[in-house]
């Protein structure tokens, strides 16, 4: 039996470093596609603006005088900036926490076994398919200060007409609205899918242990569902730092800045003002920002996730 | 405490082919009453229905004596353990058996002191924090029986709770079942496929065959007098030996083969179709030949296999086209091959009428020895 | 004056003629010319049909027009081509680029063939050259030109007993005006008097036709900006007016956005409003009551100067094949024929660049319907050429009007007018200065 | 559930999806609708003439443009399944060391700013020459971090044993995949499939930018056509366009979604 | 047909308890190797470091007598049963079946023959086209069942195959397997709770207990001579009667109670390592107390329960502060509360010594009865 002891030791860190190797190579294989283009189109472009934003930028955009962190000392200061960093948030704010609960709603609701919930589920999805410069279009109709039915209806029943996208108060109400409505039916699609996997053995158990509805959702369905919300919050997440379509089309970052989110600014920044050096600072620190909400989602959010 | 009533239920899934075709039964309040069945016969089905979590495709189910068949799951006042165990896999062993407690909203005291006895009486107390994907399969389900238990509610049902348990711990927890159902006086409908669960724990038990009910009583009786071919088959293991015969009423004789001619007492009336009769013994039955036997028939057979079983001795061998089985007390020595002559005890057989299946002969032997009068 | 015109003439009249004799002769291939463009909807279509016209009028050159989204869109695919042979022989860009695409080195200023082939300029509008003429040079053929103009309803006038024949000019009578045609119904105002868009473009007509500049240096013309001073008192005048009218409930509000506001006009929500000359013939088509056009307001203070131009206008490129640069030449010189400028006044509203269309019969029976159509002409025609309405060059010129714009909704939100305007202009200097450190 | 209960699901059911679907009613009405009703700021239009519609179709060449932003989306969803699959999958099932790390990189993909990419990008497209071709429309995007990140959390609910079945009977592990987690997340793929259609259909800057002409641009290029900055637009025209948009992806939602239930109602299996 | 051979195999799951504890075993090459202990032993966990689904934490595992622990479970070339069945959800139950069959690249038509023989066997025919979740619980299993043994591996792991069996299908595929398992010649380790299975499937039983080897022999040999008193009381049901006992070598007696001296042969060495034994006897041994029987101590008990089971009845009763229980072979008619006198046959019982708990006396009867002589 020692002998054998002695081959365990001799061979078993060969063997581990094999399988490692094993791994590594058949891993690699299917990492490759994603890795070569991600190091193309994202890597190296985000290398490009670290690069940037270290620098002012002539008329053909190339990098001219070095300021070293000059880029970021002006964002940093900047009014503006500031304004563009509280709307984001806020924005975010507005958003996730109303698009998931909604979308989460609207799931729960259709994931009763009915008839006709087919066509229901196809209608809370349709928000998908519709693109961003078409609802955001409709939308801009639906806020018109004098056409809009929104208002029509405000005034039929006696009360003072909004000014949904004038008054900066109201303003980043509005897109937030804009928003949810666009993201209302991926997140629904998504969480439905999660709600269908929970096995069904799970709430016949709780039904007849006498578990009503509302207990059922918050001792099964949402933990079991914890998974799916978690991602469906985080892609969210992400998605909300990174709006840009609707703004452009329903404020142009108006009034008095009131919805300039960042990205949008970085657009105007880059493409209107053609400061790539500002702008590629603010590209950094959006990255940068959302990089450490993920990070605070991943290390705090995933504890309370539940993986089968 | 409730009793539990059938009416003619009947099931299907998809509208064509009938699961469970029309059940009737009544189950008094407090029976401890076993479900049995071959695979897919559909015990699970009309558990699932009791409970609420299938409709009814016909007929109607009352409890306590109430109409019950649109009534919620939860208003049935049941608990159930569940064939694949359904355990929560977010949430810890303790958290999932207290779980019908938390509904109930019971105090978090009590509910601690109710799972620690519970768990303890399972021997799950090492495992209360864990969760269930970091259980044995036995472990899990032990788990989903306390569940089920620590409600207390007045109607149990329980599809093979103890299929994933060894013997030992299988024997005791059968006892504690039926201990615990006498106590609480719980009415208990449980499904199982263990012969040995089945003959013992039951107050009385129901035989199906796809959908169908085949014989309800007694264990016992069930066992001495099956209804039919088929739950002569199915109850006992190894199963009933069965052969096909011929009734010949001039001489009162079944002929099962050229050789072996049955007497029977003409005057049990055999009220059979035809007269054509399928003959059943008991491998317990079939002992070896004794000359002075008058009412035996002898028949000689060749050994196939046979397997101790520590207790007993098991025989197979092929008689008449058919595989039967001999058990005998004892360990004993066979060798593969050898030839034994064994007495048919025409008391001991059943017959049955091969067109009905209806049972036309019990066996008569009192089987029932009397202990006291023998010691004596 | 009169040969050009005449071979304009010849060519599209002999066309046919001159086909089959030219395939005949030279079985040359054409010379094909990309035209970048920024014009969509009705817009699009005119172009497109221009285009048309132009390549079956001669076989030697095919223009290709291309649609590349608006023009900030447009411009930053051109900075990423400018100078190479990817770059298209044409590009249009809006007025506020004039001075980036001058330094941007990318193109080849008109004037060279101007120059070249004695092609008479004189014919073309003074006014609208004005805009596009650096030292001298006429660097890009202007092509879709605007100015603003006050329109308002007429029946409101009526219904209020202002007189609509004699609409308000300046400031005072404009606030004047609007106090009487608000109407209010309880919290909710029906109408306002007065509304401007949020844009930065009518700030500007609005200080330049008291006088006033936008950035130093001579509106950057003398030599390159280094100083905003759109906050002088002619900037401040105007803010202060949106402020008064603002705060006196007689302004209204209807966001960035250039069909709200035409919205709100023709349902009746704002009397007086300024737009685009090129909007007027819709709007006037479109509302259902009488409207009437007027010049721009100015301040009492101060004389009117007129208009600036705006709009934008179409830059050869100079990395291109001559042969294309020829093509993309004999384009331009096709647009601003009577015919080409007459059908495109008519269909999209902006001024023909060349004023003989407006002599072409089409157009004449258009204003015989519309006569509100030729006020606009006449407040360009006689706007005094000036440094102010010359209009301002600056290469931060996107950024300066966004800035104006953000001061304009403070202000609509209570900020002081001065302090806005002030902010805005430091905001800019900033650019500006950024802008020249880095293009040293 | 007793009926009051399914009275109450129908009633919420039926008001969610009214305000939902609204806007998109609001729009389809509009777009019947002349310049002057628009303006009343009715909702019903008067009469359903299709003359916007005819107008859209007249001014562009829509049907070509949907051809293309249909061919585009196509690729893109094939190629980012693939892609994203492949990575899923290592991701899951192979437990090569610093998986988490490389996983953490792909995670942090999704957080660079799009638009600060686009110009890089648009550089890298001039140099490979695929400007105004489809595999400049197409390539950048068959790898996307949420797709990998999707279907990784879907992956990760295949029990361990289904993996384990496979690893004994031998199945190399493309065959696994194959066989057993493409057909087993079905559903996640279709929501991706779905997921990358759509926002490729919807994609409006980058097309514009990588395209110079009608050959292969995309129908969103065409829906900024019909609107104007400085003349008066026609709405009922764009919202003809928004339709016309929108019905196509509205119709492969509803074709999805079948088959996303079907897939949805296959459960996983205890 | 590979030997499988464990080498001081450790096994733990959180680095600090070890589920499995040093176990060394060789299984030879064609040897049908049955696996039992309670639930939660580590059964499972032994069975998936054999199949490579588990690293070992020490030891080594060699197959066909080549190291394997570090090769994939593919290479090891073995099929496998999984407790859960880990059926593929989403293909039917035929593609299920064949498809270890489709990896090996085996044509259509030979894998569709495969699949019906061996559905026909399993009783799956009606089901192949199903998908997994439509079928019953005992269904998925014979699925499960089916796609190990299709693949005709040398190696087959089968983890409570049968466990959610009907009696009658389950005897059926005990046969079924156990001749497949002859014909193919595989190594077949195969871990049960099921009493009938271990014993009469297995050419050895191995027992465990908490991760350790408790004994290992052919399942006769265990049943008869359990090695210490966990498998006396593991193996057989009702489990072996156990009682402590003091030695009394000067009178050559065991005292288990005032009443009861046992006495022992002294030729037998009782080298016990102190005077404490501990006295077992299986219920089956306990007779009638016969006054003619010498070596017998008679005890008289009082009958507590009693079931009857088919075949035999099953005595309950309360002895020397533990429960015991009789085993008498027929139905008997006996009365709770009713006191008998049993005999303690001092031959047939088992002595373990307290401390080690190793067996330390055999019971002596010859158990195998010779058939021929007797019938002779
Ligand atoms: N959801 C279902 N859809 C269709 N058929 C089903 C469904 N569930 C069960 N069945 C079928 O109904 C029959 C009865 O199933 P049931 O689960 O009641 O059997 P069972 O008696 O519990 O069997 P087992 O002992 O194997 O668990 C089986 O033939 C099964 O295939
Ligand atoms: N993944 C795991 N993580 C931690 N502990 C585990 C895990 N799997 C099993 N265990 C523990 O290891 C021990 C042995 O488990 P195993 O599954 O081998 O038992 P078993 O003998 O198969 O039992 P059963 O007969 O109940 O299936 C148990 O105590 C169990 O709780
Ligand atoms: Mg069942
Ligand atoms: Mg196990």
């Not at chain 4, 932003?69 to 437990?95: C, D, H, K, N, R």
């Amino acid at each position: 039996m020692k002998q054998s002891a002695e081959i365990q030791v001799a061979t078993v860190p060969q063997a581990v470093t094999k399988k490692r190797l094993v791994y590594w190579r058949s891993a690699i294989w299917y990492l490759l596609p994603s890795i070569i283009l991600f190091s193309l189109f994202l890597f190296y472009p985000l290398a490009k603006t670290f690069y940037l934003s270290f620098f002012l930028t002539d008329r053909q955009g190339l990098a001219n005088v070095f300021v070293g962190l000059e880029n970021y000392q002006y964002i940093l200061q900047a009014e503006s900036f500031h304004k563009s960093i509280i709307a984001t948030l806020l924005f975010v704010f507005y958003t996730v926490p109303t698009g998931v609960l909604i979308s989460l709603f609207l799931a729960l609701l259709t994931n009763e076994k009915l008839k006709g919930i087919g066509f229901f589920r196809t209608i809370f999805a349709s928000t998908m398919g519709i693109s961003v410069a078409a609802s955001a279009v409709v939308w801009l109709f639906i806020f018109h200060p004098s056409m809009g039915i929104l208002n029509q209806l405000i005034t039929a029943v006696g009360g003072q007409s909004v000014e949904w996208l004038l008054n900066p108060d109201w303003a980043l109400v509005s897109v937030s609205v804009t928003t949810i409505w666009m993201n209302i039916g991926f997140s629904f699609l998504i969480l439905l899918g999660g709600l269908q996997n929970i096995d069904n053995h799970l709430y016949e158990s709780a039904r007849i242990a006498g578990a009503g509805y509302f207990y059922q959702l918050r001792r099964i369905t949402i933990p079991m569902l914890s998974p799916t919300l978690f991602f469906v919050v985080t892609v969210s997440l992400i998605n909300a730092f990174q709006t840009f379509g609707q703004v452009d089309i329903l404020t142009q970052g108006g009034p008095s800045e009131s919805t300039n989110l960042i990205v949008y600014s970085i657009y105007r920044e880059a493409f209107v003002n053609y400061q790539f050096g500002t702008a590629s600072a603010q590209s950094i620190f959006l990255f940068l920002c959302i990089l450490i909400v993920t990070i605070l989602q991943f290390t705090f959010g995933e504890r309370k996730v539940h993986y089968q | 405490m409730y009793a539990v009533e059938l009416k003619h239920v009947d099931k299907s899934y998809d509208k064509k082919q009938l699961v469970v075709n029309d059940v009737s039964v009544t189950i008094e309040p407090g029976e401890f009453f076993v479900l049995v069945g071959p695979s897919g016969c559909g015990k699970s089905t009309l558990l699932r229905m009791i409970a609420g979590l299938e409709e009814l495709s016909a007929g109607s189910l009352l409890i306590d004596g109430k109409r019950a068949d649109h009534l919620p799951p939860s208003k049935r006042e049941l608990s159930m353990v569940f064939q694949n165990y359904a355990l929560y896999p977010h949430m810890t062993v303790a958290d999932n058996i207290t779980f019908g407690l938390d509904v109930k909203k019971i105090r978090k005291k009590e509910r601690k002191e109710k799972c620690d006895e519970i768990a303890a009486m399972l021997g799950l107390t090492d495992f209360l924090k864990r969760k269930p994907r970091h259980l044995s399969g036995g472990q899990r389900q032990r788990v989903a029986l306390a569940r089920a238990i620590i409600t207390n509610s007045p109607i149990c049902l329980m599809d093979e709770p103890l299929s994933n348990l060894d013997a030992k711990l299988r024997a005791y927890m059968r006892a504690e079942i039926r201990e615990l159902q006498r106590k609480l006086g719980m009415t208990l409908i449980y499904v199982t496929h263990d012969q040995i669960e089945a003959m013992t724990m039951g107050d009385r038990i129901m035989v199906l065959n796809e959908g169908t009910i085949q014989q309800i009583g007694r264990p016992i009786d069930v066992y001495n007098t099956p209804a039919n071919p088929f739950v002569a088959k199915f109850i006992g293991s190894p199963p009933m030996n069965i052969t096909n015969g011929i009734l010949d009423s001039s001489t009162s004789r079944i002929h099962i083969n050229d050789q072996s001619h049955l007497p029977f007492d003409s005057k049990q009336i055999l009220n059979s179709t035809s007269n054509k009769v399928i003959v059943g013994i008991r491998p317990e039955q079939l002992t070896r030949y004794d000359e002075t036997e008058t009412n035996s028939v002898p028949i000689t057979v060749t050994i196939d296999h046979y397997e101790i079983l520590g207790t007993e001795t098991l025989l197979k061998f092929n008689w008449n086209n058919e595989t039967w089985y001999a058990k005998w007390y004892g360990q004993w020595d066979v060798q593969i091959g050898q030839s034994l002559t064994l007495a048919l005890d025409c008391q001991s057989v059943c017959i049955y009428d091969s067109i009905t299946g209806r049972l036309i002969k019990k066996p008569e032997t009192v089987q029932h020895q009397d202990v006291s009068e023998e010691i004596v | 004056k009169e040969p050009t015109d005449k071979s304009a003439e010849g060519q599209t009249s002999d066309n046919a003629n001159a086909e089959t004799d030219e395939t005949a002769e030279v079985p040359e291939e054409k010379v094909e010319a990309v035209f970048w463009h920024a014009m969509s909807g009705g817009g699009q279509e005119s172009i497109e049909a221009i285009v048309d016209n132009f390549n079956n009028s001669q076989d030697k050159y095919t223009i290709i027009p291309e649609f590349q989204g608006s023009y900030e869109e447009a411009l930053t695919k051109f900075r990423s081509v400018g100078g190479t042979e990817d770059a298209p022989a044409i590009i249009q860009t809006f007025e506020v680029g004039t001075k980036y695409m001058i330094d941007s080195g990318f193109i080849e200023p008109v004037q060279s063939f101007i120059d070249e082939e004695n092609y008479d300029i004189k014919q073309l509008e003074e006014n609208i050259l004005n805009y596009y003429t650096v030292d001298d040079q006429l660097y890009s053929m202007p092509f879709n030109s605007s100015t603003p103009v006050m329109l308002y309803n007429k029946d409101a006038f009526k219904e209020a007993g202002v007189d609509p024949e004699n609409p308000p000019q300046t400031f005072a009578e404009i606030k004047e005006a609007a106090e009487d045609l608000t109407v209010k119904d309880g919290e909710n105002t029906e109408r306002y008097g007065f509304s401007i868009l949020n844009y930065g473009w009518f700030i500007e007509e609005l200080i330049a036709t008291q006088g006033g500049l936008f950035v130093n240096n001579d509106n950057g013309r003398a030599e390159s900006a280094t100083e905003a001073v759109f906050n002088g008192q002619e900037g401040q005048r105007v803010f202060q007016l949106i402020d008064e009218m603002n705060q006196a409930g007689t302004y209204g509000n209807f966001g960035s956005n250039w069909d709200d506001i035409r919205a709100a006009f023709q349902t009746g929500k704002t009397a007086m409003y300024l737009d685009s000359s090129a909007g007027v013939s819709a709007t006037v088509e479109n509302a259902p009551f009488d409207v009437g056009v007027a010049y721009i307001p100015y301040s009492e203070e101060a004389e009117r100067n007129g208009v600036i131009i705006g709009g934008a206008s179409l830059w050869m490129t100079n990395s291109i094949d001559k042969e294309k640069q020829k093509a993309a030449w004999e384009f331009m010189k096709f647009l601003q024929t009577p015919e080409s400028q007459a059908k495109w006044h008519l269909d999209t509203g902006y001024f023909a660049i060349n004023p003989a269309a407006y002599e072409e019969e089409i157009v004449q029976e258009k204003w015989a319907e519309f006569p509100q159509l030729k006020v606009t002409v006449d407040q360009l025609q006689e706007t005094k050429p000036s440094v102010a309405t010359q209009g301002a060059l600056s290469s931060v010129f996107p950024e300066a009007r966004q800035q104006v714009v953000t001061a304009m909704e403070n202000v609509l939100q209570g900020t002081d007018p001065k302090e806005a305007l002030d902010k805005a202009a430091e905001e800019t200097n900033r650019v500006i200065e950024q802008a020249n450190r880095a293009n040293q | 559930m007793s009926r009051l209960q399914v009275t109450v699901t129908y009633l919420l059911l039926l008001l969610s999806s009214i305000l939902i679907f609204f806007p998109i009613l609001y729009a389809f009405f509009i777009s019947f609708m002349s310049g002057a009703e628009l303006l009343q700021g009715s909702i019903w239009p008067q009469s359903f003439h299709f003359e916007n519609y005819q107008k859209a179709f007249d001014h562009l060449p829509l049907a070509h443009y949907l051809w293309n932003s249909f061919f585009v989306s196509t690729v893109v969803m094939l190629g980012q399944l693939v892609v994203s699959a492949l990575a899923a999958f290592a991701f899951v099932f192979i437990p090569f060391k610093g998986r988490s790390f490389v996983f953490f990189l792909f995670i942090s993909t999704m957080m660079i700013p799009w638009e600060a990419t686009m110009i890089p990008n648009f550089l890298t497209i001039q140099h490979f020459d695929w400007i105004n071709r489809y595999e400049g429309l197409t390539i950048p995007f068959f790898a996307i971090a949420f797709g990998t990140f999707l279907l990784r959390q879907h992956f990760l609910t295949i029990p361990t044993e289904l993996k384990e079945a496979s690893d004994i009977a031998g199945l190399r592990s493309f065959t696994f995949f194959c066989k057993v987690v493409v057909p087993y997340c079905r559903t996640s793929f279709v929501t991706l499939g779905t997921y990358g259609f759509l926002t490729t259909w919807n994609m409006y800057l980058w097309p514009l930018l990588v395209t110079n002409n009608d050959e292969v641009r995309t129908v969103q290029i065409g829906l900024k056509q019909l609107q104007t900055q400085e003349m008066a637009t026609d709405w009922g025209v764009v919202m003809a366009g928004v339709m016309i948009v929108i019905i196509p992806t509205l119709i492969l939602l509803f074709l999805g979604q079948k088959q996303l239930q079907k897939g949805l109602a296959q459960g996983a299996l205890k």
